[in-house]
């Protein structure tokens, strides 16, 4: 079953910095294996490095989360965060070390946290990539898959998953106005905007990890409500 | 597609530890990525502080030291460096008369050289910001603005010019905004460059056809057309140029190679450059011709006009001592 949809509302705060250190090793994994489609995406529309940039960032996060585990989830997001800017360089450090990093002061040292306590502290970091980007939605940005999970998120995973894969598929007929891509004008019409697909892989693996997390403890015989 | 490497993952660090061993002149930090001039911080001076994505060689590294850049950091190839490099370059350079960081006006490089400023700010260092943004294929003020392309060449030299000479960073700061803002290039790729992560061409680009209003990281350009001789693409060119620059002074004029055209065509290329600037009224003042702002192993060439005053050009006259321009000392 999939977790915060029937056994509760998504408001029990019952996601670990455990939970979150699953997340993002699943997040880095999704990345390794999907680098060469990013990378491809990246070429039609920009300077085919997507993959390879967002691949070295998040080796470095699990690495970072291996060595050193934070205990809240708070931590492990603005870790991450920083991370990220440390090491992925170009506009997606900066882009995504803000999302993790806005999330998790959001979070605080609250040592779980509910779904939609996640749900809003996203919001706020997909706020801030925003104002960093100086872009808003429809202007075939990563905004495109995140904005709608965010509003998913606060009814299940699954729909922030569906969501975000959803919006990215949604930047093929736009125009980029943002961006690398923004420079091909019309050009950029009929390709999926790179750091639209690489959210969904985000958001697509904090669904899996909810998964997991639910069937782990269906399994031991505790109850989804856990998560 | 055969690269001189050895892995592509090592190709920035290899080229840095070249540098390293063959520029004493130098202090190259190979795995913090900066390159520094031997003598920073110099008394008294303000520091410069430029960086971007590696392939445009000698873009940044090779324009570090007196007249110039005081140090450079270098990202991945075509990828931003990180705030982490600037903020340690900018400690390096400053000698409590601030620092001024010249940026090319890409995203990635603009955030993070915005996040590096807050950095350094907290660290104390007065920090200003110029961002170069001078490429004429693409409209002022839509999307993201135009991209910094050539024009970065004539900022980090006038500024560096200005710096040597002891001005204060408010100074410093007027004269590369004042480069910056009236610069203009335009390229153009008769074939596409090659990544080493990628290890082949970036973007498809037929036989027979050339790509106008191309950037310098092996994105496509704006438009493409049936392949044009040497004279047409300098009148196509230098029309663009003048019909968005109208300089009323004379100009200083950068005849670019991408990286993989030969200098026997880039010559070629600058005397029908040359042609179309005086059949237009345009005078040139000093030109250099050679491989400056490059992308790669891209077949193309780009020119970029810069409009000089008699100060700015006797700025561009003092002494300048960097791997890759070097006059006067």
């Known amino acids: 079953m999939e977790p915060g949809t029937d056994r509760d509302e998504g408001t029990e705060p019952t996601l670990d910095a455990d939970f979150f250190i699953r997340w993002l090793d699943a997040a880095a994994a999704a990345v390794a294996r999907d680098a060469d489609r990013l990378t491809e995406l990246d070429a039609a529309i920009g300077d085919a490095d997507h993959g390879s940039n967002l691949n070295r960032g998040f080796a470095a996060v699990t690495r970072r989360l291996t060595e050193k585990p934070p205990n809240a989830p708070g931590a492990v997001l603005t870790g991450a965060g920083r991370t990220l800017i440390s090491s992925v360089g170009g506009a997606s450090g900066p882009l995504y070390g803000t999302l993790l990093r806005r999330a998790g002061k959001e979070l605080g040292d609250a040592p779980r946290v509910s779904r939609v306590q996640l749900a809003e502290a996203l919001r706020s970091g997909v706020g801030a990539v925003a104002e960093l980007g100086g872009a808003g939605g429809g202007d075939k940005t990563m905004l495109d898959a995140l904005q709608p999970a965010v509003e998913g998120l606060t009814r299940s995973f699954g729909a922030a998953a569906t969501a975000a894969e959803e919006g990215a598929l949604a930047t093929v007929p736009l125009r980029a106005r943002r961006g690398r891509a923004a420079y091909l004008g019309d050009r950029s019409i009929g390709h999926q905007d790179p750091g639209a697909a690489s959210s969904a892989l985000l958001i697509g693996a904090l669904a899996d990890t909810a998964t997991r997390a639910a069937d782990d403890d269906g399994h031991r015989g505790n109850g989804a409500d856990r998560v | ?188 790729a008769l074939a596409p460059c090659s990544t080493p992560a990628r290890g082949g061409p970036t973007f498809d680009l037929p036989e027979g056809e050339l790509e106008l209003g191309i950037g310098i990281h092996g994105e496509p350009g704006r438009e493409r057309r049936g392949m044009m001789t040497s004279g047409e693409i300098a009148d196509a060119t230098v029309d663009a140029l003048v019909n968005d620059l109208r300089p009323d002074e004379p100009v200083l004029v950068l005849v670019n190679g991408m990286g993989a055209t030969p200098l026997l065509e880039l010559y070629g290329y600058a005397s029908e450059v040359m042609r179309a600037l005086g059949e237009r009224s345009v005078v040139p003042a000093r030109t250099l011709v050679g491989d400056y702002v490059t992308s790669l192993d891209m077949a193309g060439c780009s020119v970029t006009l810069c409009p000089v005053d008699e100060e700015l050009l006797r700025l561009w006259e003092t002494p300048v001592r960097t791997p890759a321009l070097r006059w006067g000392a």
């Open chain 2, 1 to 188: 597609m055969k690269m001189l490497i050895n892995v592509p993952e090592r190709v920035v660090e290899d080229a840095l530890r070249g540098m390293a061993a063959v520029h004493p002149e130098l202090t190259v930090d190979v795995a913090n990525r900066v390159v520094v001039r031997r003598d920073a911080p110099v008394a008294n001076k303000v520091g410069l502080v430029s960086g971007g994505g590696s392939g445009h060689e000698p873009l940044h590294g090779g324009f570090v030291g007196p007249g110039m850049l005081d140090a450079a950091c270098p990202g991945e190839v075509f990828t931003s460096p990180v705030p982490d490099q600037m903020v340690r370059a900018a400690a390096a350079v400053d000698s409590g008369e601030g620092v001024l960081f010249i940026v090319k006006n890409y995203t990635g490089d603009v955030l993070n050289f915005e996040m590096a400023a807050e950095l350094a700010a907290e660290e104390g260092i007065r920090v200003e910001t110029v961002t170069v943004s001078d490429d004429v294929a693409l409209a002022a003020g839509e999307g993201s603005g135009r991209r910094g392309t050539g024009g970065t060449l004539f900022v980090e030299r006038l500024a560096g010019a200005v710096a040597e000479a002891g001005a204060p960073l408010e100074r410093v700061t007027e004269v590369a905004r004042r480069v910056a803002d009236s610069c203009r290039s335009f390229g153009v």
